[in-house]
């Protein structure tokens, strides 16, 4: 048996001799930013792919709530409020001015009856699985990473992978905003509903999200178990698999006809681990095949489902919080669309057949995960179970023309694109796709009548002149 790591020494010597295409992407990629404008002010901004950029008037960030109000109300607008920056489509860039929640995290308060805590929206992910931990608590479900902000991350609908676990906004049991106007609106199901209901997924188009009081669950150790198998077998087990775990996800990798399931459960089991491989070095390692054998898709599968076939599996047992997350060096641009669950399995053999037709260059694995229903009104998942998959391309290489390839696909099966990924979706698509986009619409047109945190992509989400 083979781990990663040794798969990836035993393929470094076919590499040795070919030419790197990533030096001579990556020199042209240099000369067409050297050939953009420089903005005459403000400190430059860039999302964490750099696909967004923009430079703002200014960057602010309020040390409290009252600063905060001062600030909505003297600034210049637009107005956008950032989190992590980990959004691919644009929904922080603006001239105006950058509104950071940096200076405002932290626990304010827990219950340790019912298992809920008031969290200052401005807190990194990363920065709540110990705090939380020794109050007696941990989240129901996390993402892939744990960069994210919280305010951000409720913004987009972020969400992890479970087919009965709802996306994270839907542990939101209240929460502070603060309008366009600085007004300080406190909601929950019960007051101003509609406010609760609309903030809970906003875009960032509302104002200003400043504390969230979340419903926790008990504090657990978590086993992780990923394996390789063939990409025939977990179609036919995927949705056993789905149904049978805590969480399951799987990645489909492309021309190896190998796909890498994951599954995490409940343990009382003591932390341990077998070796544990760093899965930035797997998508590195399918790069440089890509690289060396893209030329032979025959070649390329042989060399990849016969050292993948070989692959351990690999288990670790530790805290839900530590297990969830991993580190995302190798960067990307993204698209996912949430579909109908039943629809997934069949649009991910059609994206399967685009790629390995047209798109020899593409060699990310392709996510799924499930997720369940909620009732939040602009949720992905509203009123549907969910199966979503992501496309990815690396972050130096177009990913237009992929990700308009399989874009149709996704529509094709009512998809509803992930609000932070990339999507070419309008106004009139959105309000097709979500039943309650209409009362979401008035209640931001309430909140921010001036169109005060609007910038160029928000007016085309919503219908803007
Ligand atoms: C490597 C990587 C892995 C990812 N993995 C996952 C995953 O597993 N699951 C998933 O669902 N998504 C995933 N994403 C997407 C990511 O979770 C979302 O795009 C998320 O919104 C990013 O959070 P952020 O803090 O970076 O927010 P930003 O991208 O900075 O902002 C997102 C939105 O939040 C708004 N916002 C920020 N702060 C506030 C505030 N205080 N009040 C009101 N609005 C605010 C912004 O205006 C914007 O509209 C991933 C992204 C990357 C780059």
Not at 29 to 45: E, F, H, N, S
Not at 161 to 168: C, D, N, R, S, V
Not at 176 to 191: A, Y
Not at 435 to 456: I, M
Request: glycine letters at 6%; a negative charge.
């Amino acid at each position: 048996m083979l781990n990663r790591r040794h798969f990836l020494g035993g393929l470094a010597g076919i590499g040795a001799a070919a030419p790197s295409v990533a030096l001579v992407t990556r020199a042209l990629i240099a000369d067409a930013v050297a050939q953009t404008p420089t903005a005459k002010r403000g400190i430059a901004w860039r999302n964490w792919s750099g696909v967004q950029q923009c430079t703002p008037a200014a960057r602010v960030a309020p040390a409290d709530i009252a600063e905060l109000q001062e600030l909505l109300a003297s600034t210049p607008t637009p107005i956008r409020p950032v989190g992590a920056g980990h959004s691919f489509t644009a929904l922080v860039p603006t001239d105006g001015t950058i509104l950071s929640l940096s200076r405002l995290s932290g626990i304010v308060a827990h219950d340790p009856d019912t298992l809920q805590v008031e969290i200052r929206a401005g807190s990194r992910l990363s920065d709540l699985g110990a705090p939380l931990e020794a109050i007696g608590q941990a989240m129901v479900n996390m993402p892939d990473i744990d960069e994210q902000v919280l305010a951000g991350a409720l913004a987009t609908c972020t969400h992890g992978t479970g087919a009965g676990l709802g996306a994270m906004p839907t542990t939101v049991e209240a929460l502070q905003l603060v309008s366009p106007n600085g007004e300080i609106i406190e909601c929950d199901r019960d007051n101003n509903a509609e406010v609760f209901q609309a903030a809970r997924v906003s875009l960032g188009a509302l104002g200003v999200l400043t504390q969230v009081r979340l419903q926790n669950i008990a504090p657990h150790q978590s086993r992780r178990e990923s394996w390789i198998l063939p990409f025939e077998e977990l179609l036919e087990n995927a949705d056993h698999l789905a149904d049978s775990n805590r969480n399951f996800e799987f990645y489909y990798i492309p021309f190896s006809g190998m796909a890498l399931a994951d599954t995490h459960n409940f343990t009382d089991e003591p932390a341990h681990s077998t070796e544990r491989e760093d899965p930035n070095e797997m998508v590195e390692l399918l790069r440089q095949v890509r690289d060396w054998l893209g030329w032979s898709p025959w070649l390329r599968e042989k060399v990849l489902s016969t050292g993948m076939g070989r692959i351990d599996k690999e288990v670790v047992v530790e805290s839900s919080w530590r297990n969830y997350a991993s580190e995302r060096n190798v960067r990307f641009n993204e698209m996912e669309y949430h579909l109908p669950r039943e629809y997934g399995l069949q649009a991910l053999r059609e994206i399967r057949d685009t790629i390995e037709k047209n798109y020899p260059d593409v060699f990310f694995p392709i996510e799924v995960r499930y997720v369940a229903a909620d009732d939040i009104w602009l949720s992905p998942f509203y009123q549907r179970d969910t199966c979503s998959i992501a496309v990815h391309r690396y972050y130096e290489e177009d990913h237009r023309a992929y990700f308009e390839a399989v874009e149709p696909i996704f529509r094709k099966y009512q998809g509803r694109p992930h609000w932070g990924k990339l999507n070419s979706l309008t106004a009139a698509d959105f309000a097709g796709l979500y039943p309650q986009w209409q009362q979401f619409t008035r209640v931001r047109q309430q909140l921010d009548p001036d169109g005060k945190f609007l910038n160029p992509y928000l007016k085309r989400v919503f219908g803007v002149s």
